[in-house]
């Protein structure tokens, strides 16, 4: 569907965008079948969030054997209506999929490739929900803010780095596989973005205890100003040689700061502490 045909249905159906809901549509069909050949999708299930106006989706279901569209924004209903026409293997389900219990909506499920625009403003906490919560989504391509999409995939000791990189990183392998202009959205939005991959992998970081590893990596990144001996003393509320046996134990140097340890030296120091 050409930019000047969407312009079209959503005037025709008294469409008004929400700045609220983040809402920038893609239109250029070259970009939405190469944002779909980047997930890998050849059959089965993909969920996406934030259907907005349905091009991607169209796009999605003609490689999916099913798709589901979730849509905050119930006033899209009768453009959905025009631009998913004849996709019979889609189904739009009008709700904030933010409030959506995972167990519950995956518990008929087989297992799923997330495709999305994602909104800005519900990026990272929609990324961490299937991180932290999904037992049966098997990989997110997702569109984002440029600058998240390097921060999703920075590495240890580059300013990008931080709690999001090594949180993700526990259960997900992460890469930048597209950058898109800006101008290729209506309307356009301020920043450019960037179509990420991330592939999930129970065990992608070997920690003995999960919860361990995610308290280590907040207290890591709570002040980046501290060393991390110091984060560790204020956020496990212990003395400075406990916190330093921890570190020593780990094989790390006591006068680090968080970002420059790698997940896997991040789940070390984990494993030191869990066993107590």
Not at 188 to 198: E, G, H, K, L, T
Request: a positive charge; charged letters at 25%.
């Amino acid at each position: 569907m050409q930019e000047i045909k969407l312009s079209e249905t959503l005037a025709a159906n008294g469409f008004n965008f929400k700045k609220q809901f983040g809402q920038n549509f893609i239109t250029d069909g070259n970009l939405l079948d190469g944002i779909v050949d980047d997930s890998g999708i050849c059959g089965g299930l993909a969920v996406e969030i934030g259907c907005g106006a349905g091009t991607l989706t169209r796009a999605i279901a003609k490689k999916a054997d099913k798709v589901l569209a979730f849509e905050i924004d119930k006033d899209l209903q009768p453009v959905l209506a025009v631009t998913l026409a004849g996709a019979e293997n889609c189904e739009v389900i009008f709700r904030d999929f933010m409030k959506v219990n995972m167990a519950e909506f995956e518990k008929k499920l087989p297992p799923y490739t997330v495709v999305a625009n994602l909104p800005y403003y519900i990026t990272t906490p929609l990324v961490m929900k299937f991180i932290e919560q999904s037992q049966k989504c098997v990989s997110l391509t997702v569109m984002v803010q440029e600058e998240v999409a390097e921060r999703f995939c920075s590495h240890a000791g580059t300013p990008e780095y931080g709690a999001i990189t090594a949180s993700i990183a526990l259960r997900g392998r992460c890469r930048i596989v597209r950058r898109v202009p800006r101008t290729m959205f209506y309307p356009r939005p301020n920043v450019d973005s960037a179509v990420v991959r991330i592939d999930i992998f129970e065990g992608n970081v070997k920690v003995q205890d999960a919860d361990t590893y995610k308290k280590v990596v907040r207290a890591a990144f709570s002040s980046r100003r501290k060393t991390l001996e110091n984060n560790l003393m204020q956020y496990f509320k212990v003395k400075r040689d406990k916190a330093r046996e921890w570190l020593t134990s780990a094989g790390i140097d006591y006068m680090i700061r968080g970002e420059e340890l790698s997940p896997e030296r991040f789940a070390a120091l984990a494993d030191v502490i869990y066993k107590g």
